[in-house]
């Protein structure tokens, strides 16, 4: 299976513009929230992203994995970094947390690695 993770990022942030326009309130919520919990404070958002990584492949979200790999670029994190966060999370959800991991974290990688050299 592939998959474009360019067009999932951006149909996931245009999504959520979209959405605002008729639920205003609950994704300013979300928005708040997540703002909220990436405040850098005792940790870094670079580890942040890195464990945003490995929950979204511990939980198999495609779009967490998506855009938390983006995140985890922009915030100076290497392919290294990543994967190993991704093992992690594999330590924890076995199979599935690898498939993820091989497949459409890989992709990830493969496409958003250079963005922020």
């Given at each position: 299976m592939s998959y474009n993770v360019r067009e999932m990022l951006n149909s996931f942030v245009g999504g959520l513009g979209d959405l605002s326009a008729s639920n205003p309130d609950q994704v300013s919520a979300f928005m708040n929230l997540l703002g909220a919990a990436y405040e850098p404070k005792a940790l870094d958002?670079?580890?942040?992203?890195?464990?945003?990584?490995?929950?979204?492949?511990?939980n198999r979200c495609e779009y967490c994995i998506v855009y938390h790999s983006y995140k985890a670029f922009e915030a100076g994190a290497t392919?290294?970094?990543?994967?190993?966060?991704?093992?992690?999370?594999?330590?924890?959800?076995?199979?599935?947390?690898?498939?993820?991991?091989?497949?459409?974290?890989?992709?990830?990688?493969?496409?958003?690695?250079?963005?922020?050299?």
């Open positions: 958002i670079k580890t942040k992203e890195l464990i945003s990584v490995g929950i979204g492949c511990y392919k290294e970094e990543i994967l190993e966060a991704a093992m992690v999370s594999v330590a924890f959800g076995g199979g599935p947390s690898m498939a993820y991991s091989v497949t459409l974290l890989g992709e990830c990688i493969k496409e958003f690695e250079n963005d922020f050299k």
